[in-house]
Structure formats: C-alpha cells, structure tokens
C-alpha cells in the first residue's frame, strides 16, 4: 500500500470547516483513500473513502486532486466531538470475495476543536 | 454503534497468564481482523481470518493464536503475557463484496493491563 503524510496536529474553531490534507504521492491506479478518526483510545471510525472522485457523506466530504497524488478530507462544521486523530490510508480493496487487506496506520493528524 | 462486539472491556492479569479476547463481527461479514494498538507502535496489524480461515498475518508474536469459528465470532489467544503486551486490542470486521465494498468497521477495544 502506498505511504501517506499527514500534518501532525491543527486546530479548527468550532463551527468553522475543518480540512485535513493527505499526500499520497506513489499511489497506483487501484488504491483506494480511506479516512477514518480514533477518538481517545475508542475504536476507529470508517469515515469515507474514494478512489478518484469526491465523495460525500453525513460525516464529511473526501476531495482527491485529478492526479489522485493528494486528498482533503473535509468536515464541514467541526464540533469538539470531533477532536480526534484522523488517520488517511490509501489501500488496494479487494478485488475478489475474501481477498481484503488490512488496513496500514500511520501516525495521523490530532485535529483539535477549540470552542 | 459500528455494530462489532468485544469482549471483556478491560483485563487485568498478571505476566506469565494466558488470556482470550472474544469479538463478534457485524452480521454478515466473513472477515475478522485483529489489531494491537500499544502507546509506542501504534495501530498495528495481528491477522485476518474469512470464513474460518487465516487469510493474512503481521506482526503477531508466536505467544499469539487466533481463530474464527463457524458462528464467525473470533478468539485471540494471548499467552505467556509479559509487560510489553499491554495495550488496547481492536477487532474490526469487512462485508464480502465487490471491489471498494470492504469497509474494515471497529470493535470497542479491549484493554489489557498486564502487571
């Protein structure tokens, strides 16, 4: 699976959107970017994930540059619950039933949400 | 709620006992994972089982065994514990399916202390 770089921390204000950046530079054509977040020590949450164009859910929006080198991860209007580590991972899905990988964390981004 | 069950929430044990850490994956899903997640390494991958069966290892010690059973709930098996394997343990599990269809969902962890 291809490495990715996250800033390792950034604040947002409450309200105000949140936009976490992703450089995935050596992705291949069939690597998908996955998001998810890891508040203090619960269980990672799947937040979205894409393979070239955005993407949109209740949780967040996934922005993947036309070169496919790079990703934002957008929430809209960050609260404090959101104050987590998000984690972006790019990762070939399966191709065949049965055939999927483990996902490969990082060190991700603490996003912190100031009131 | 990611629908993936663990059991216990916490354990406490001492170096040198044998531990089992149970999670029951969401309905449906065939794939199983295991992580360990320790203050100095991160998220780190264990093993995969689909359908009963070991599909992937990473970095699992050989002190570690694992198993998926015909109900598809699975057992990790931690023996000869030593200070060092404390940490939060996480199961997540994957739907079968087409390409891009298989999101890992988390459990809540199960955190063990070893004294």
């Known amino acids: 699976d291809a490495k990715t770089t996250q800033p390792t921390s950034m604040d947002c204000a409450e309200g105000r959107a949140a936009n976490l950046p992703c450089n995935h530079s050596?992705?291949?054509?069939?690597?998908?970017v996955y998001w998810y977040r890891q508040i203090h020590s619960q269980g990672p949450q799947y937040i979205i994930h894409?393979?070239?164009n955005n993407e949109t859910n209740e949780m967040a929006s996934l922005i993947i540059t036309e070169d496919r080198k790079s990703s934002t991860l957008i929430l809209p209007h960050a609260t404090l619950r959101d104050t987590a580590v998000y984690y972006c991972?790019?990762?070939?899905?399966?191709?065949?039933?049965?055939?999927?990988?483990?996902?490969?964390f990082g060190s991700g981004t603490q996003l912190t949400v100031l009131p | 709620d990611s629908g993936v069950t663990q059991t216990p929430k916490h354990l406490i044990t001492a170096t040198g006992q044998r531990v089992t850490l149970r999670c029951s994956p969401r309905?449906?899903?065939?794939?199983v994972y295991w992580y360990q997640q320790s203050l100095d390494q991160g998220l780190q991958f264990l093993i995969q089982?689909?359908?009963?069966?070991?599909?992937a290892k990473g970095n699992i010690l050989e002190r570690f065994s694992a198993q998926q059973f015909p109900d598809l709930h699975s057992e990790l098996n931690l023996s000869s514990l030593e200070l060092g394997d404390s940490a939060l343990y996480f199961c997540?599990?994957?739907?079968?399916?087409?390409?891009?269809?298989?999101?890992?969902?988390f459990g809540p962890g199960t955190r063990l202390t070893v004294l």
């Open positions: 997540a599990s994957s739907p079968t399916g087409t390409r891009g269809t298989d999101t890992q969902y």
């Open positions: 050596t992705i291949s054509g069939n690597e998908y």
């Open positions: 894409g393979l070239k």
């Open positions: 991972i790019v990762r070939v899905t399966q191709t065949q039933t049965g055939s999927a990988r483990q996902l490969t």
């Open positions: 309905s449906g899903d065939l794939s």
């Open positions: 089982y689909y359908n009963g069966e070991e599909r």
